[in-house]
């Protein structure tokens, strides 16, 4: 299971942009998607999580700011950030909680993570 993310990038504080994250490999299906960040020095935290039904969860530092969105059929998910803030710098990472064909159980991958920066 492979999960490939892109979008990060440089921007300025107040400005937006859009992580996208695609899972590939032998999934049978797809508990839960999210997105977790690691700012220097810091513990990687949970950004925002959406089940398989569309719940969705944020962190309290994000809330009214990301939002986060789903694909199915796709086996992706998608981040939309407005009005970045510089506190918001980190390496952003996609998380998925899959079950396999070839093996039973609930697995978790991470991507490659995707650098956003905010300048003030």
């Known amino acids: 299971v492979q999960l490939q993310a892109s979008g990060g990038g440089l921007v300025q504080a107040g400005g937006s942009l859009r992580l996208s994250c695609a899972a590939s490999?032998?999934?049978?299906?797809?508990?839960?998607m999210g997105w977790y960040r690691q700012a220097p020095g810091k513990l990687r935290e949970l950004v925002a999580v959406?089940?398989?039904?569309?719940?969705?969860a944020y962190a309290d530092s994000v809330k009214g700011r990301f939002t986060i969105s789903r694909d199915n059929a796709k086996n992706m998910v998608a981040l939309q950030m407005d009005s970045l803030k510089p506190e918001d710098t980190a390496v952003y990472y996609c998380?998925?909680?899959?079950?396999?064909?070839?093996?039973?159980?609930?697995?978790?991958?991470w991507g490659q993570g995707t650098q956003v920066t905010v300048s003030s």
């Open positions: 959406v089940s398989t039904g569309g719940t969705t």
């Open positions: 998380q998925a909680v899959v079950q396999l064909y070839y093996r039973a159980g609930n697995f978790q991958y």
């Open positions: 490999g032998s999934i049978r299906s797809i508990n839960s």
